[in-house]
């Protein structure tokens, strides 16, 4: 699949089977949640652009590369993407962080935006959009659409997420192509409920502990 990404690593993996582990509380749950995050920032950040600059050491002048551009912003679809922040931040502390807020109806499993707060000039920005969780992909592709109607340009977003579903990357692929998706899993299907199996349960509901 193109655009699509599984980042496999030993660590993530173990980190993982913790998640999808329902006798994991919600303190380690969050942590955890956070630590896949940072590690798949790791990895998602790779291309982000360089440019040269002149630095003197304490021994001589030397041309090195440091972060060009604006700053990366890290957008959370509330509730569950921030549980993913500061995982992120850890890694790029200067990174803005625009919020979607969405939930899914129940009935129809369609999402609802009840929020939405964005840095400035995002046409110049990478945008990471975060949610642990892409099931039948309605919010991601809703919270895609709410940055690029502010001005957003395609091929500078991202999308992270920890558990994937074939049926979510499906939509979303088919919603925006040129986006690509990060995971750290992709998993067998949705259940009829479109909960993501065997996945980790409600990712907002477990990190904070409104189960
Ligand atoms: C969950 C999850 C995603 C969404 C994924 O959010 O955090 O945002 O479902 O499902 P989708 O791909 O089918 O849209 P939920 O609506 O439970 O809200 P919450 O994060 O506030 O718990
Ligand atoms: N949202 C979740 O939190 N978990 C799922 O399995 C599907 C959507």
Known sequence: MENFHVLKHPLIEHKLTILRDKNTGTKDFRELVNEVARLLAYEVSRDLPLEEVEIETPIGKTIQKTLTGKKVVVVPILRAGLGMVDGILDLIPAARVGHVGLYRDEET??????FVKMPNNLEDRHMYVVDPMLATGGSAIAAIDSVLERGAKIENIKFICVVAAPEGIKALQEAH????IYTAALDEKLNDDAYIVPGLGDAGDRLYGTL
């Open 109 to 114: 499993m369609q999402p609802v935006e009840y």
């Open 177 to 180: 192509p040129e986006v690509e």
